[in-house]
């Protein structure tokens, strides 16, 4: 399988302690530097001026000291009123349990940031008090109050449901637990990797974390059960209550950064741009034997540029602008109508490594197929009607790296239905059943709902990029990422169509898709490590 050339990858995990400083986009990411499975963590360090083309310097954060000798694991940085980062991360200690600790640049003035120190008086949290030594981690970006003291979340559970608990701290330094965490909830288990954030109501732009006005709503990110689900809410940073307009898994929505393979994410806001971005950790789906042997295992998602949705209710994610750089070779068509039972090849594009921007028009609703989406998992759905089961409005979409006789393919497509109240319910899902002649990678498909109208155009954005599709439905609304690992559609042999396997015919509004250029890697000592064929 190639390597993945539109963003870089590294040997295992999740993105750790993103920021922008001094010009420069930082990623740091947990990482095993010996081995492509999972063990030795440390922290890996990258930087980039344009969040597209990335320098891979030195390891920033290694286990070295009795508070994380079993693993430097995941964290957050924070940019202190002088300017300063600083870093917070979990470290398993000689007995294994998990400590929270403190490392500062030896430089600050190097932009580059390239070596860190780690604070003496390590570790600054430790679970007392009757927290679970073994679920104790990730603590996130901190933010300010109006009384100027700090506070950041670490990731645990109270009796085996999920919890944020809540530091508090004059100088970032002697850490106070809150007697009551920010959040909780006996619906989950543990949380992993919180994220807490401010989101501005009827605007574009981001906002820095210790920002707070009366036009902001808050996101809590939590990750459990494979997943990335999040909550919005209001913050009073007065008292530090949290209370969510609907909490975890207590709407059928279960709202969700993305619905395929995406975990442990992490945002940053971008001061240069005024944006929040959020990066993902993208698994294998494939062996771990096959990881050992390609060298390599999981990768980084597109970054994504995240922002409260007009209605309120959810966040919208869209590929950052910077990506549009990598454009190539274009190919368009409009008002191009698509009859049910047919599917036709978009030709002048290398398929393997593309970006796809279509929407469809739906001229005939009213037959549409009844279902209550409140009373049905879509994930389920989706796999019941694949995209070789006929429907009615539906399935239409995308079928990406596909093989000519379409015995490979991979399936993005929407279904429009019918609920209890004359409203339509709209279903996005990914396809992954026909993906590889491979028998030993997961195969499962993804789903979710979409709020969107389907008497207005319904959008769809793929990037696909050889092993790896990020799709974004309705624009941006519902995010599906899958991992394919196809053995015919390789390279040129991929290939790309539209389809609509529906009794009911469907418009092509307007279709845009583009080759993909590669991005540019270089290793630390500044020897490219890729050929770069523009």
Same mark, same amino acid.
């Given at each position: ?51 597209? =083309? ?38 398993? =200690? ?7 600790? +403190? ?109 707070? #006005? ?90 994504? #540029?995240?922002? +409260? ?26 008002? /191009?109508?698509?009859? &049910? ?41 989706? #796999? ?16 990406? +790296? ?19 109240? =004359? ?11 026909? #993906? ?23 959008? +769809? ?11 974004? &439905?309705? &624009? ?43 991005? /540019? ?14």
């Amino acid at each position: 399988m190639a390597k993945m050339v539109i963003v870089p990858q590294f040997e295992h995990v999740d993105p750790n302690g993103p920021m922008y400083y001094k010009g420069i986009y930082h990623l740091f990411y947990q990482y095993n530097p010996y081995a492509a499975v999972w063990g030795n963590i440390t922290w890996g360090h990258a930087v980039s001026h344009n969040l597209i =083309d990335w320098i891979d310097l030195e390891r920033a954060i290694e286990p070295t000291e009795p508070y994380d000798i079993n693993g430097c694991w995941s964290g957050s940085a924070t940019i202190l009123p002088g300017g300063n980062p600083v870093i917070l991360y979990t470290g398993a =200690d000689f007995k294994n349990r998990q400590v929270q600790n +403190l490392a500062e640049p030896k430089n600050p003035s190097d932009p580059y940031l390239k070596e860190w120190i780690k604070a003496k008086n390590n570790p600054l949290m430790t679970p007392i008090n009757g927290i679970d030594p073994q679920f104790f981690r990730d603590p996130t970006t901190a933010w300010q109050g109006p009384d100027k003291r700090w506070r950041v979340v670490v990731g645990s559970q109270i009796d085996g449901h999920g919890t944020a608990l809540l530091y508090r701290s004059k100088d970032f330094v002697t850490w106070t637990k809150s007697e009551k965490p920010l959040h909780f909830s006996n619906k989950t288990k543990m949380w992993e990797c919180p994220d807490f954030y401010p989101v501005i109501v009827s605007r574009r732009n981001g906002l820095d974390t210790s920002v707070h #006005s009366k036009n902001s709503k808050h996101v809590l990110k939590a990750s459990f059960n494979d997943q990335d689900y999040y909550i919005i809410g209001t913050y009073n940073p007065e008292t530090d209550k949290f209370i969510p307009d609907v909490d975890f898994m207590e709407s059928y929505l279960k709202l969700r950064y993305d619905y395929g393979i995406f975990y442990a994410s992490k945002t940053f806001y971008d001061s240069a741009k005024r944006r929040r971005i959020l990066w993902g950790w993208v698994t294998e789906a494939d062996d771990k034997l096959d990881d050992i042997k390609k060298g390599w295992s999981g990768l980084q998602s597109i970054p994504r #540029s995240i922002v +409260l949705d007009k209605n309120g209710k959810q966040l919208t994610q869209w590929p950052i602008k910077e990506i549009e750089r990598l454009r190539r070779k274009e190919v368009s068509l409009q008002n /191009k109508g698509v009859k &049910g039972g047919t599917a036709f090849e978009i030709t002048g594009i290398t398929a393997s490594q593309a970006d796809v921007e279509v929407s469809f028009h739906l001229p005939n609703l009213h037959d549409a197929e009844l279902m209550h989406p409140e009373k049905v998992d879509p994930k389920i759905l989706c #796999s019941e009607k694949n995209a070789s089961t006929k429907g009615v409005i539906g399935p239409f979409g995308l079928m990406v +790296l596909a093989s000519k006789n379409l015995t490979e393919r991979t399936a993005v497509f929407f279904r429009v239905f019918k609920s209890h109240d =004359d409203k339509y319910a709209v279903l996005m899902c990914s396809d992954q059943s026909r #993906s590889s002649l491979r028998k030993e990678v997961n195969k499962s498909s993804f789903g979710a709902f979409v709020d969107v109208d389907p008497k207005e155009n319904i959008s +769809l954005r793929s990037l696909i990029d050889h092993s790896i599709v990020e799709s974004f &439905g309705g &624009g941006g609304k519902t995010c599906i990422t899958s991992r394919v690992y196809p053995e015919l559609a390789v390279g040129q042999e991929a290939h790309l169509y539209v389809f609509n396997y529906g009794t009911k015919s469907v418009t092509i509004s307007k279709l845009h898709g583009w080759s993909m250029g590669r991005a /540019k890697i270089f290793p630390a000592h500044g020897k490219r490590m890729f050929p770069i064929p523009n």
